[in-house]
């Protein structure tokens, strides 16, 4: 199987008179950790909303996992392997932490209201299966956490907040992460925990592979493999941090050189 994971080629999406991506070219490797970085409104965020189907391509093919996935719903993407987290915390803040997890398992359980209350023995096991999912995923983030998954999570700081919506991404197994700055909203000390932990994620599931926006010049050079530097819309460069964070163009573009 090849070793990349996700191709995508020649994509553009236009809103009006706005070009947010422009023949955008990136590809993912199985297992690596690529950042995905740019100046505000450079195209980032809308790079994962055409990948995950929340909006159609205006052009361009995207490939993951051998199979063509261009045009597919969000659910369809969800089921052929990619989740994500979102740049503002998109949880259910008066369900508990087990609830907002379980939200993530949808597109796996779920066999419907009828059949849940025609064989309430198999709905009965189904829940206990994915309560137990939920309780090991949420404790290799934070033991705490698991001892408390029938509280609110609007009574949690942001970092276990972001913890929540990372478990609910990997409670459906993917072998395509995406987050949209997780680190936003947090000290300089919870996101150190926080990159910790995604990194300890890598380290435990054979093959993931992650993609993550950020803006923390010093999150990126700490874990990722490979960089791809977005500027309106198009890809300017692509390396390792060390080669990115040194081409002029980045500077130029990014970092503020004169
Ligand atoms: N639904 C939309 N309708 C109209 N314009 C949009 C929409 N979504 C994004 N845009 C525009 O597309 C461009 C790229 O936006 P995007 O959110 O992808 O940038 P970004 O790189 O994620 O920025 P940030 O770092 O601020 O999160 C911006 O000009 C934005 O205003
Ligand atoms: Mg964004």
Redesign the pocket.
Known sequence: MSGRLLEITQLS?R??G????DQFEMTVNRGEILGLI??????????F?VVTGI?APSQGKILFDGQDITGFTPQQVYKAGVARTF?RSRLCLPLSILDNIMIGNYGRLSKGLWFNLINRRAFQAEFEEGFDQAQALIRTFSASLADRMFEPVGSLPMIERRRIEICRALISRPKLLLL??PSAGMTHDETKQLMDDILDVRSRIADLSVVI?E?EMGVIERITDRCIV?NY?RKICEGTYGQISTDPEVQQAYLGAE
Request: charged content about 15%; overall charge neutral.
């Open positions: 999406k809103f009006g706005v070009t947010a991506l740019g100046p505000n409104g450079s195209g980032k965020t809308t790079s909303n909006y740049q949209d700055e926006i803006h977005l819309g």
